[in-house]
């Protein structure tokens, strides 16, 4: 009896000894994980945007909708900021639920031909940065240009981001548009904008920053459009968008940039 109360006893101590170095294990994969490995929006305390406290001022993501797959919506609600709307019915872009292929993640579907959604805020000076998620759903229903995001709509102030006929993305703050040599097409990138007057630049997909030649302008902006121009009635844009932001100032940058780049990789990747 007593040679097996001390077998249990040492077998005890070494089963809790394997659990305790499996947990260890466990905890470093975690630690250490890639962004193949590791989905940022679902473990507790993972950096988001609003991690970005006060200087973060609009922020739509689609996994904040409710609304079931395929359904027109008035209403974008925004986490962070304004909640976007559009006034008509054939404005209403659609929900769709399982928008990035092998998750289920709902994203916003603009026609290119009617749908939009627009806010107003409190005015942003630069510089700033617009941050997005999104992809090209097709091309036979945008003209050659098209707006991806305006300002709000007939606002005096600009700050918008249009593919043109080169088709190029470019930028225009209030002196002129230009461009970056990027195209955007039918797969899922993410997109930093800094606008900056000459400073503005560009970081697709985490990779390095592409600068324009000169400055697009200076102008503050009171809100944004998506799906159009400001005008609410040309260049229309037939994208799907799973989120969309803006930052002010560029402190962030130097912080949080990875954090950010790292985090919209892990949403669709």
Do not use: C
């Not at 659990?19 to 473990?43: I, W």
């Not at 399982?98 to 805020?121: C, D, E, P, W």
């Not at 400055?215 to 994208?239: K, Y």
């Amino acid at each position: 009896m007593k040679l097996l109360s001390k077998l249990l006893i040492l077998f005890a101590i070494t089963l809790a000894l394997f659990l305790q170095d499996h947990a260890k294990a466990v905890d470093a994969t975690v630690t250490n994980a890639t962004a193949t490995t590791l989905n940022a929006t679902r473990v507790s305390g993972a950096w988001t945007p609003a991690s970005l406290g006060g200087s973060l001022v609009q922020w739509v993501w689609g996994d904040f909708m409710t609304t079931n797959d395929a359904v027109a919506v008035t209403r974008w609600n925004a986490k962070i900021g304004t909640d976007m709307t559009t006034d008509t019915t054939t404005g209403r872009p659609t929900v769709i639920t399982n928008g990035v292929s092998g998750k289920a993640i709902r994203v916003v579907r603009f026609n290119g031909t009617a749908n939009y959604l627009t806010n107003v805020f409190g005015t942003q000076a630069q510089p700033f940065t617009m941050f997005v998620q999104m992809r090209q759903v097709g091309d036979s229903a945008m003209v050659a240009n098209y707006r991806i995001i305006d300002s709000a709509a007939l606002e005096a102030g600009r700050a918008h981001i249009r593919r043109d006929s080169t088709p190029n993305l470019t930028i225009y703050s209030g002196v002129g548009f230009q461009g970056f040599g990027d195209t955007p097409n039918t797969n899922w990138s993410q997109y930093i904008f800094v606008f900056d007057g000459a400073n503005s630049r560009l970081s697709k997909d985490g990779s390095g920053w592409l600068t324009v030649g000169a400055s697009p302008g200076t102008d503050t902006i009171h809100g944004n459009t998506l799906g159009v121009a400001q005008d609410l009635a040309t260049e229309f844009s037939q994208m799907d968008f799973e989120q969309f932001g803006i930052i002010s100032g560029t402190n962030w940058l130097t912080t949080d940039y990875v954090n950010m780049t790292n985090y919209l990789h892990l949403r669709i990747h």
